[in-house]
């Protein structure tokens, strides 16, 4: 069964414990975010199919913080049982649900089961009739299929993203490995990762479907070569 991939937001004082069935769950992939002010890649926040956000302090008030931090998707809850009482205030704020900490077992399956009801929205470039698949990170090019690796479906991911709009190496490394590089090091990294998904694009008919710009980044075609 495919894993759900979601975005933990571990607030302040929130014990390991009290989340540990997020860990165990086997229909969760976790990406991992250790506070509201340590931002996760770019990637991480587009991707995950919710955001868990773990908190002890005032949720009505850590809503607000994050809905302006930029994370997108539908927001879960995790908070203290002194504020359980405020469920009917955070689902109305739009939180599509409110967990009690620690998180019982029981109560993160219905969770996960609302997040997989859930629409998906498209991952796609018209021009070039292909079409990214975010639960099997696979892409798809009329009838034929490749299995893309999780930095390769992150790398793609960025550039559909921006259209055909050159996106440079500095903004796609930010987007994939979160900015702890620069210089020589980050150019290599992601010139090896384009040289890569090219190989994997080439399989399912799309070449040339990325661009170089030459001392600037790359993008992507607006019809197939």
């Known amino acids: 069964m495919p894993q759900l991939p979601l975005l933990l937001v571990q607030g302040e004082g929130v014990a390991g414990d009290a989340i540990a069935a997020l860990s165990r769950s ?13 931002s996760p890649t770019a990637f991480a ?16 008030r850590e809503l607000v913080f994050t809905r302006t931090s930029g994370f997108t998707g539908p927001l879960i809850l995790a908070v203290h049982e002194q504020y359980a009482s405020a469920r009917e205030d955070v689902l109305n704020a739009g939180v ?9 077992e029981d109560a993160l399956d219905r969770v996960l089961d609302l997040v997989e009801r859930q ?13 990214l698949d975010a ?21 793609l991911h960025c550039l559909i993203g921006r259209g055909t709009a050159p996106v440079t190496v500095r903004e796609i490394y930010d987007y994939v490995w979160g900015g702890q590089r620069s210089g020589d090091a980050m150019n290599e ?3 090896v990762n384009i ?4 190989k994997k694009l080439a399989q399912i008919g799309l070449r040339d479907a990325i661009v170089t710009h030459r001392d600037f980044g790359y993008g992507l075609r607006d019809s197939p070569s």
Request: with cysteine.
């Open 26 to 38: 086997p229909r969760v992939q976790l990406f991992r975010a250790p506070d509201l002010h340590t």
């Open 45 to 60: 926040r587009h991707s995950a199919r919710a955001t868990i956000l773990a908190t002890l302090g005032d949720p009505l």
């Open 96 to 104: 599509l649900e409110c967990l009690t900490l620690p998180i019982a």
């Open 119 to 131: 629409p998906l929205p498209p991952i796609a470039n018209e021009g070039l009739r292909l079409f």
């Open 135 to 155: 639960i099997d990170r696979t892409a798809r090019h009329g009838e034929s299929v490749v299995r893309l690796t999780p930095r390769e479906f992150a790398l």
């Open 189 to 191: 990294i992601v010139h």
């Open 195 to 198: 040289s890569q998904l090219r």
